[in-house]
């Protein structure tokens, strides 16, 4: 079984997600402003160390735990329940990785775990696990 983990380390996790897409009202056209830029560089910059020399093939388990630092020693290890959304932090991961090469397409990824929570630790950072599903 092919298995990649690691985690990212950032002052704060990108705020840009793939879904603030902005339109180009002459042209009618979408393009990614300037947060989705940034943050698309940073998860690329940082997952590019983990990619594997090919890509994984068929189902995939993936799961995610974006860890936000707080202050506030009461919401520290607590869940996460403002904004952004699970689903809108996961698609920009997904989409550099699939340009990193770490699968084909992210329609392989049948299992999808997405935690986010208070974090202890001063900076802000994303643990990923990626494995074949084995049945």
């Not at 042209?27 to 990619?51: I, P, W």
């Not at 997904?94 to 001063?122: C, N, P, Y």
């Amino acid at each position: 079984m092919r298995q990649i983990q690691g985690t990212l380390y950032f002052d704060q996790i990108p705020k840009g997600t793939a879904q603030m897409k902005r339109v180009n009202h002459k042209t009618g056209s979408f393009f990614a402003g300037k947060d989705v830029r940034l943050a698309h560089d940073l998860y690329m910059n940082a997952l590019y160390e983990y990619a594997p020399e090919k890509p994984f093939e068929g189902p995939l388990s993936l799961g995610f735990i974006f860890s936000y630092s707080v202050k506030d020693k009461k919401k520290q290890g607590q869940p996460k329940t403002s904004r952004p959304d699970c689903d809108n932090l996961v698609k920009l991961v997904m989409d550099v990785m699939t340009e990193l090469g770490f699968f084909l397409d992210d329609a392989q990824v049948t299992k999808l775990r997405i935690e986010k929570r208070w974090s202890l630790h001063e900076r802000a950072n994303v643990y990923f696990n990626l494995e074949e599903v084995v049945e």
